[in-house]
T-cell receptor, first 113, second 107 residues
Framework: DVKVTQSSRYLVKRTGEKVFLECVQDMDHENMFWYRQDPGLGLRLIYFSYDVKMKEKGDIPEGYSVSREKKERFSLILESASTNQTSMYLC????????????FGEGSRLTVL | RKEVEQDPGPFNVPEGATVAFNCTYSNSASQSFFWYRQDCRKEPKLLMSVYSSGNEDGRFTAQLNRASQYISLLIRDSKLSDSATYLCVGHTGKLIFGQGTTLQVKP
């Protein structure tokens, strides 16, 4: 069974803290994505990566960075968390065939106080 | 204007009803479209792709109208288990998600 695993389901952090969100996929997929999902705004793409050590900005990259040192792992970093980064963060992966099927992790709900 | 727009609902329907959702898109270069389903507090999962000729999967039918730039999802004989949020997705080289339409099927 294919799987995308996000390290933490729920996190509570304080303003200014550094936050790491980890995502691992076991499908040998080239493409990996980080989205955030907010009520009324839907899913918005933060960053994506189409290969190891490669990264591309999505629609809302400000305040975030990413790391892809290994094919199976894609990390999202909040250098200095702010309250407006309170959200549900969803990691996804997709194979090289470029179909529309994304496989999502269960999500990480981050609250920044 | 959002690239992919959906009526957020909620749509409240009785079991057995037929319900249809529309989704409009603004980028005429969109290559393909999809419907995803997201259960409460769960991740989105692909429900079906949308083909120009229309396609059916059991009780679900998806249609694409390129001239009017909208896609639709029809659910026949609604079940309680169909209660979820349905996300319309356009593919323009990257995937653009609508905000979702919430369906609540009542007994």
């Amino acid at each position: 069974d294919v799987k995308v695993t996000q390290s933490s389901r729920y996190l509570v952090k304080r303003t200014g803290e550094k936050v790491f969100l980890e995502c691992v996929q076991d499908m040998d997929h080239e493409n990996m994505f980080w989205y955030r999902q907010d009520p009324g705004l839907g899913l918005r793409l933060i960053y994506f990566s189409y290969d190891v050590k490669m990264k591309e900005k999505g629609d809302i990259p400000e305040g975030y960075s990413v790391s892809r040192e290994k094919k199976e792992r894609f990390s999202l970093i909040l250098e200095s968390a702010s309250t407006n980064q309170t959200s549900m963060y969803l990691c996804a992966s997709r194979g090289k065939s470029n179909t529309g099927e994304l496989f999502f992790g269960e999500g990480s709900r981050l609250t920044v106080l | 204007r959002k690239e992919v727009e959906q009526d957020p609902g909620p749509f409240n329907v009785p079991e057995g009803a037929t319900v249809a959702f529309n989704c409009t898109y603004s980028n005429s270069a969109s290559q393909s479209f999809f419907w995803y389903r997201q259960d409460c507090r769960k991740e989105p999962k692909l429900l079906m792709s949308v083909y120009s000729s229309g396609n059916e999967d059991g009780r679900f039918t998806a249609q694409l109208n390129r001239a009017s730039q909208y896609i639709s999802l029809l659910i026949r004989d609604s079940k309680l288990s169909d209660s979820a949020t349905y996300l319309c997705v356009g593919h323009t080289g990257k995937l653009i998600f609508g905000q979702g339409t919430t369906l609540q099927v009542k007994p």
